[in-house]
Antibody, heavy 118, light 110 residues
């Protein structure tokens, strides 16, 4: 079954870091980029960046540069998104999504709620 | 990269059509035929409805269609059904390995 399964909800205090995982199954892990998208409560989707599982190359949108790190472990077909320097404004559901072709995301993880609160 | 502009809401009775616009710039929507559309029901992950402006993935009903003119892309839902009530987001490639989503449109079936 082709799917992306993400890790469970997290609660963090301001200033902490969070690392969310996204395990791929049912397809060749290194064939497709993995993108990360977040959605604050009641808000829209915000694209964060991507990782190429084949060579670990990454690209982050400017607003997250310096705070986000995307990595992968090919042995367990899992990608990770780590966000540091958390503030309450980072409270959101974080999604991973498989990129197909040049531009679309046909497969999504179930989402991981990250809550930042003191 | 500012978000693409969508109307906050759209609505129509069952059976009618609704069209959602997605306005960007020549650096994103207008510059590439890489616009996709996503449907999101509350508490769920987004679902791909349209890719590369007007292509429909298998399994997506034919009443969903996409188009683009200049810097504005559009999603049309013909013959609205109750299950079409959801939030809809456009997304475009924005050059230099970047992507940008739209602000989102809540579609209500009256």
């Amino acid at each position: 079954q082709v799917q992306l399964v993400q890790s469970g909800a997290e609660v963090k205090t301001p200033g902490a870091s969070v690392k969310v995982s996204c395990k791929a199954s049912g397809y060749t892990f290194t064939d497709n980029y993995i993108h990360w998208v977040r959605q604050a409560p009641g808000e829209g989707l915000e694209w964060m960046g991507w990782i190429n599982p084949k060579n670990a190359g990454t690209h982050y949108t400017w607003s997250f540069q310096g705070r986000v790190t995307m990595t992968r472990d090919t042995s367990i077909t899992t990608t990770y998104m780590e966000l540091s320097g958390l503030t309450p404004g980072d409270t959101a559901v974080y999604f991973c999504a498989r990129g197909d072709g040049s531009s679309w995301f046909p497969l999504w993880g179930q989402g991981t709620l990250v809550t930042v609160s003191s | 990269q500012p978000a693409l502009t969508q109307p906050p809401s759209a609505s129509g009775p069952p059976g009618q059509s609704v069209t959602i616009s997605c306005t960007g710039t020549s650096s994103d929507v207008g510059g590439y035929n890489y616009v996709s559309w996503y449907q999101q029901h509350p508490g769920k992950a987004p679902k791909l409805m349209i890719y590369e402006v007007s292509k429909r993935p298998s399994g997506v009903p034919g009443r969903f269609s996409g188009s683009k003119s200049g810097n504005t892309a559009s999603l049309t839902v013909s013959g609205l059904q109750a299950e079409d009530e959801a939030d809809y987001y456009c997304c475009s490639y924005a050059g230099s390995y970047n992507y940008v989503f739209g602000t989102g449109t809540k579609v209500t079936v009256l």
